[in-house]
């Protein structure tokens, strides 16, 4: 393991004013995006699609990196240059999902334990190849009645921790993500506790697998309430119980936070994003690594169509450019209705 070549690589994926596009939907869930437009979800509609993202997103100046899949990390420009290839010539650093997904976790019943570690020593060198600098894990906690249980919590922060030494040993930056869902109609005040129990489970998950918190990214989800909730917290609320429990809990050697969108709508990720910047001095960089929030505009205006391609990559442009904005504290809502 190159300490200081996984702290160059972490602190470039949070570099100031840009944040990383997550665009590594599995087949699955790529599918369940394009069903929405009404897009037959083909390898070729989505290897056009992925382009319409990455050949936006270097004039933004917003994006650090992308989170690839599988058979993206393969693909090519429709001028036959490798994606992560393309990606990296213009300054935005590759990387790879690498986790098998969240499957029902025995014994305990309406949960999950994120799958893909036997063998990922192996694919990692793979992918390394193939040029990927980081890589993300997902391991998601839902709140329900009952729910979450301290063993399927303590589980998915061992294999997160496994993960995280695993991607160091390859010279690949971890994302470490533990995502509180927000389905359900759960307090923040519900949230906060499951994420603060979540969090301080990690890092001392973290510490026990000897992996280099200089050398990782923090994937998590905002303190939020539940989307069914009665009463949702207003955004100024969200932004301050979700600071204060990432103070509480992430040390400061980390060198960034990126959240994750987690079902808010693009607007309100991007004004979470930006208050909380507001709120500084920060111990670390606080940034987005937002899938949907950063893409359903795209989607929306670009719907399958050749004709809308360029609209499709101006709507990711604008979306990229106040994001970017958005982690600096430079955003301000009336910004939405300007001109891209
Ligand atoms: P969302 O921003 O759509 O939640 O996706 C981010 C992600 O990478 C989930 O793993």
Partial sequence: MNASELQ???TAMVAKGKGLLAADESSG???KRFDGIKLESTEESRRTYRELLFTAAPATKAISGVILYDETIRQKTKDGTPFPQYLSQNG?????KVDAGAKPMAACPGETITEGLDGLRERLAEYHALGARFAKWRAVIDIAAGIPSWAAI???AQALARYAALCQEAGIVPIVEPEVLMDGAHSLERCEEVTSLVLSTVFH????ARVL??????????VISGKKAPDRAPPQTVAEATLRTLKRHVPPAVPGIAFLSGGQSSAEATLHLGLMNKMGPLPWALTFSYGRALQDDALKAWLGAVGNFAAGQKAFAKR?????LASTGGYAAEMETQAA
């Fill in 8 to 10: 160059r690589i972490a």
């Fill in 29 to 31: 869930t790529i599918k």
């Fill in 92 to 96: 935005i650093i590759p990387g790879i």
């Fill in 154 to 156: 303590n589980a998915n």
């Fill in 205 to 208: 998950e973290l510490f026990v």
């Fill in 213 to 222: 918190l200089e050398g990782i990214v923090l994937k998590p989800n905002m």
């Fill in 320 to 324: 990229a450019r106040l994001n970017g």
